[in-house]
């Protein structure tokens, strides 16, 4: 029998509860997730969406649920999700393009519901936002670009679902790296997830052993990011030879911690700072060799990332994602 909210049964009027930003009188449509219910124009989605659009041709039965007159689509999404993909498209200020403020609950619901609905300028929008944390080059990594959202170590996890949900391979190696920066103190966070909505967010077991195996070898690398501290023991070139192998020597022993500390993320562990403390007794010579030789080591690393994780390579991933941003 058809009913309105005002009719409903008192547990049902304890329970639903109006969107507070997307209830429009003048509008016809409202859709119900969970307990919220959304008053918005029906036109507007169907002309976004071809899913709506399908959805909303489907001739209503008479005895239907109303709510205030309205006819009511209930859909299966998360509320949360829902509101921000709602506001998305009828608040213009809500969620406004890449690199104005946004936040990660409202780029996930977004992006979730625009990838289900098939709504590309939103889908587009999404994924521009995500990106901007996970570049796929290293001058992106080590560079300064503008951050639309900040990040915790407990969502880095949904991140890697919602990649996988949405086909954003490309923001992964970035995402599995960074995770792997956290784990030695997110162990727990693996196996039993990370607090996340209102329940748990765990990778899935495929990503699980992927991330595994990709960051023991991440780990590894450590040690070729220091190496130009010791190996070659003769620099070509260098007239000083004997007190430059020795200082090299010794800053090696000085920084051996430094790779126990730092090893999970070897794009870190040697920088500026380390130029500048670097001993004194050698020579400028080898000084320029060594950073030859670290920069190559950082940028094999980085090309080898997406290997490391089970991932396509940097040129197929940015292929990827010129295609969903065009």
Known sequence: MANSLGQSSSRTTETIRKSEHLWFKDCGLVIRTGN?????????????????????????????????????????????DTTAFLRALFDSEFFEPYPSETDFNTIYGVLKLSNKYLIDFLRRRALIHLSCRYPTTLEG????????????????????????????????????????????????????????????????????????????????????????????????????????????????????????QLGYQPLELWGEAEWRQLAPGICLHCVGRMKDMHRQAVRAFWDDLPVKYHLPCWEDLELMKEIAFA
């Open 141 to 260: 990594w080590t560079g300064s670009t503008p951050m639309s959202w900040k990040i915790e170590p407990d969502l880095l996890i949904p991140v890697i679902n919602l990649a996988r949900e949405v086909s954003a391979l490309w923001v992964l190696p970035a995402v599995f790296y960074a995770l792997c920066i956290t784990t030695p103190h997110h162990f727990r966070a693996l196996a039993r997830g990370v607090p996340f909505r209102d329940g748990l967010a765990r990778l899935t077991p495929a990503d699980l052993e992927i991330f595994l195996e990709g960051s023991y070898a991440q780990r590894e690398c450590a040690s070729a990011m220091l190496q130009f501290l010791w190996h070659p023991e003769h620099l070509q070139g260098c007239t000083t030879y004997g007190r430059c192998y020795v200082a090299r020597c010794a800053e090696r022993k000085y920084r051996e911690g430094l790779q126990y």
């Open 36 to 80: 919220v219910i959304f008053r918005v124009s029906g036109e507007i989605l169907a002309a976004k969406s071809p899913v709506f659009r399908d959805m909303l041709q489907i001739p209503q039965p008479s005895d239907g649920e109303t709510i205030d007159g309205c006819s009511v689509v209930c859909l299966p999404d998360d509320p949360h």
